[in-house]
């Protein structure tokens, strides 16, 4: 491991002096325009797991139907979207490539809650997911190059926190809608006609975009990435990223696979935690909205900036590995609370548990970023970013809420069994990670000292 005494970390500004390192101009507003655009991004996406017995019961579907529509509708175009859109990244203006995500996702939202069919859903959906592949790799590109090294998890943890405050905005809204839909007689619109609660919800999250898009005019690109464009340096393919993979096949790996773990771990229990919270605890959706909205908007407050300034106060000490470092402690201590979440008998102490697993590996969508982006060179960052999502996506969203449905249908044959495929898919997910990011510290070294030496 190399110390903060190390040459090598001198020539790189990442001694403890680098705190005076300086950040680009408009850098801090660029995150705060970024945070909340993903901020109302995510309320959309994730209200849809709140809004599950109401759909289900009102379009007549089966638990595997309703994993398809959270899981592969919105991931199968969430990966096929990213390798396009980290192609263009490098290329060409990241405001106008987001600017056309954000128009388009809260478009296909706010279509969700006008559609009476699986199908249209379904559409609507992958619309929402083909759309909101912009926001991550223009937006880590973005920060990677107004932020040095050093500095670079905090900043992606405050936008990492605009999601988090979007899923726990998504679950509080959603059920001051249903509370309100129940207590108001119905909601009929001209050419529309009559609309249901989890409709509404849809229409209302999806809305704020469209409005909000204008912002990204108002914030910076990267002085590297003007200079590029104007120099007009050769342009790089995705045979140059492979080529740059085979050097650091490990770190890749773990790195990839690792994050792609908690990634599951996140979306497949919050995809189910409502559902389980009303077929095994009996409480009402709008109760459920309202705890797990305030535990998750309030664990994200506390531990995202936390988490962000703890690993770059481990990165600037001379810890290379300080990303996996710090994310095989915290997947450690995830793992037994994980499980034990979905085998108390109190829905109180189950999400008690699953917030403390949750607080731990919050950060996973800026630590992992940041040590991407650390460890590959800067006109590689875009298309890295979006074979990265792909990755996550395939593992993350379109398989987790599957897996967890088929372990209660397949594997345990029993509707009432869900509370033991969470617990089995929570252990597994967070020891698997735990593993990875063990195995992958020294590759980390290896190429983090490549890329900045």
């Not at 009996?282 to 994200?300: D, K, N």
């Amino acid at each position: 491991m190399a110390s903060s005494a190390d040459p090598s970390f001198q020539r790189s500004g990442l001694q403890t002096g680098s705190d005076r390192e300086p950040v680009a101009d408009g850098a801090w507003r660029a995150t705060i325009v970024l945070t909340l655009l993903y901020w109302f991004g995510t309320l959309d996406r994730q209200i849809a797991a709140l809004l599950i017995p109401l759909i289900k019961a009102d379009l007549k579907l089966t638990d595997v139907e309703i994993s398809l529509l959270q899981g592969l509708a919105f991931g199968l175009f969430f990966m096929l979207m990213s390798p396009l859109v980290g192609w263009l990244v490098d290329r060409y203006s990241r405001r106008l490539i987001l600017f056309g995500g954000v128009v388009g996702w809260s478009i296909s939202a706010m279509c969700s809650g006008l559609v009476r069919s699986f199908t249209g859903l379904f559409a609507t959906r992958a619309g929402v997911g083909g759309c909101e592949a912009t926001i991550n790799p223009t937006a880590y590109a973005m920060l990677s190059e107004l932020f040095p090294p050093s500095k670079l998890s905090l900043p992606l943890s405050i936008f990492v926190l605009g999601g988090n405050l979007g899923s726990g905005m998504s679950f509080l809204l959603g059920g001051a809608v249903i509370a309100w839909v129940a207590a108001s007689p119905p909601l009929v619109l001209p050419l529309v006609g009559t609309l249901s609660g989890w409709q509404l919800a849809f229409v209302i999250t999806g809305a704020p975009g469209l409005f909000l898009a204008a912002l990204l005019f108002t914030i910076p690109e990267s002085k590297q990435h003007l200079d590029r464009k104007q120099n007009a340096q050769p342009r790089t393919g995705f045979a140059d990223l492979w080529r740059h993979y085979r050097r650091f096949p490990l770190f890749y790996f773990t790195h990839g696979f690792g994050f792609a773990l908690i990634m599951a771990f996140v979306v497949g229990l919050q995809s189910w935690n409502a559902t389980f919270l009303s077929r095994h605890h009996g409480w009402q959706l709008s109760t459920i909205g309202y705890w797990l909205g305030i535990c998750q908007v309030g664990t994200a407050l506390v531990g995202l900036a936390f988490h962000g300034w703890a690993v770059d106060r481990l990165f600037r000490g001379g810890r290379r590995d300080a990303h996996f470092v710090y994310f095989a402690v915290m997947c450690a201590l995830a793992f037994p609370a994980g499980i034990a979440a979905y085998l108390v008998n109190s829905g109180v102490l189950m999400i008690a548990l699953y917030s403390f697993a949750y607080f731990c590996i919050m950060a996973f969508a800026s630590v992992g970023p940041a040590a991407l982006q650390i460890a590959t060179p800067p006109h590689l960052r875009g298309k890295a970013s979006s074979v990265y999502m792909v990755g996550v996506s395939i593992v993350g969203t379109i398989l987790a809420p599957i897996i967890v449905a088929t372990f209660t249908d397949k594997l345990f044959g029993d509707e009432q069994a869900l509370g033991w495929s969470m617990a089995l898919f929570a252990g597994l997910t967070t020891g698997l990670a735990t593993i990875c990011f063990t195995v992958g510290r020294a590759a980390m070294r290896r190429a983090i000292s490549a890329a900045i030496d």
